[in-house]
């Protein structure tokens, strides 16, 4: 009988909105990496649904973990990409026009925002 080591995944999937050029909004596709320490005062956790379909740019540099809920986001180009627990969505397209998003799986987005402090790294690895 052998004994074989679990592979262990080092890293979280994550989707980060950014601000490209005349502040348009695009999304890059990664990861950031598990068992790392963020710089972070607060956190709050939301289910308002009243800016679904909106045009927004985020408020602040902030984590969003989705705890339930599938949500399709668009940026400015008509690119779209899906949120849902198990992605970690880095809103920093905070300039602009910013996104859409639009519930896709049920009535609700429970969510959890970390808010970034102004010059903290955000350990966005693109793919």
Known sequence: MT???AETKNHLNAIRLINT???DCAFEIGKIPIRQHINTNY???QTDISLQKA???APRRQYVITLKGKLKFEVTNGDT????PGIILIADDTEGIGHTWEIVD??????IYIPLEEN???YF???
């Not at 990409?81 to 849902?84: L, N, S, W």
């Open 21 to 23: 050029e005349n502040n």
């Open 120 to 122: 903290a790294e955000d």
């Open 106 to 111: 049920g009535d609700e987005w429970e969510r």
């Open 55 to 57: 045009p927004h740019s």
């Open 43 to 45: 956190f709050f956790a």
């Open 125 to 127: 690895i693109a793919d």
């Open 3 to 5: 004994l074989e080591k």
């Open 81 to 84: 990409f899906f949120i849902e």
